[in-house]
């Protein structure tokens, strides 16, 4: 099977849940529902069941080296082109940085990886460098500008891994890992069963979310800056053609394996995550811009994403 007809099954998920959502077959809130299930439970059994069987001596260093390269650079480019280019406010930086950035290595990684690279060993990695590394970075902005007097709220910080089920999964199965631990059959099975999930249900939630793209019926207490055209093409570009380019360029300098530098350069290419839409949200910064960044690129990012698997895929066949 190419590497492009890979993509088939990923499209047309994705259409039969934006069908879905808009005929109303599942009703209204089936992109939230489907979208919590995913997040709370069928994406970190996913995460678990992957890290807990990955030997931590296995890690790609230098894969995961360039990859990390492409998202310092892309979301550092970002972080300061949002107040030089268009006028954010500190708040909304970290935002537009993680718009773009910040890889949608859980939603729609997971189907792309095991599509396209057969497996999501080198995924998790990425989700793991997010999570553990970035999403803190992050995290720690929002909290400094969010705050009156410019304070970290080392609680709230320090209980992120407890209520985000994305980072506990992913800590729990790298110490699952690193102890040699071994589930009980029942609960391998069930959280076999349960990961497997993950793949059909994200894309379905993905479709129906592409459909719900106007603003929350809840108005903010205060109008949100719209996000401009001109700002969603550069974070498009960034995303999508910068980042893939930049993860490419430092794995030939690194001397990775053409499998490997299909790996990096398509996680790389993913759009931007969800997530960032949340955590703006959450925070109340650079909502607008997060909602439409994560729409964009998702909408662009299929086809973006199968050129270059068929490029590189050459290489690796």
Avoid at 22 to 36: D, K, M, P, T, Y
Wanted: proline share 6%; hydrophobic share 55%; net charge positive.
């Amino acid at each position: 099977m190419s590497l492009v007809s890979a993509f088939v099954p990923i499209w047309i998920l994705t259409a039969l849940g934006y069908a879905a959502c808009r005929s109303g077959l599942l009703g209204e809130a089936v992109a939230s529902v489907l979208g919590r299930f995913v997040f709370h439970l069928a994406m970190p059994s996913a995460l678990f069941l992957t890290l807990s069987r990955m030997p931590l001596s296995g890690f790609a260093g230098r894969s995961l080296l360039a990859f990390g390269v492409s998202t310092a650079a892309v979301i550092g480019v970002g972080w300061v082109g949002a107040s030089w280019l268009f006028g954010r406010t500190p708040g909304e930086r970290p935002i537009w940085g993680m718009a773009a950035g910040y890889v949608n290595s859980a939603n729609l990684g997971i189907p792309i990886a095991t599509q396209v690279l057969g497996n999501v060993s080198f995924l998790a990695e990425v989700v793991l460098l997010q999570v553990l590394v970035v999403t803190p970075v992050i995290l720690v902005a929002l909290d400094r500008h969010s705050d009156p007097a410019g304070r970290v709220r080392v609680r709230r910080f320090a209980s992120l891994p407890v209520r985000n089920p994305v980072i506990l999964a992913s800590l729990l199965g790298v110490v699952w890992s690193a102890a040699g631990l071994h589930l009980p059959s029942a609960a391998d099975a069930s959280l076999t069963l349960l990961s497997g999930a993950a793949v059909p249900a994200a894309l379905v939630a993905l479709g129906a979310s592409l459909h719900r793209t106007a603003p929350s019926r809840a108005e903010p207490a205060e109008p949100a800056e719209p996000a401009q055209p001109a700002e969603l093409a550069v974070i498009a570009a960034l995303k999508l053609v910068a980042q893939p380019v930049i993860a490419y360029a430092a794995g030939l300098a690194l001397h990775l394996s053409a499998p490997q530098l299909l790996a990096v350069v398509v996680c790389a290419g993913l759009p931007t995550a969800q997530n960032t839409f949340i955590y703006a949200q959450e925070y109340g910064a650079g909502e607008e811009v997060a909602n439409r960044a994560v729409v964009v690129t998702t909408t662009l990012s299929l086809a973006t994403l199968a050129v270059a698997a068929t490029l590189l895929g050459r290489s690796v066949n």
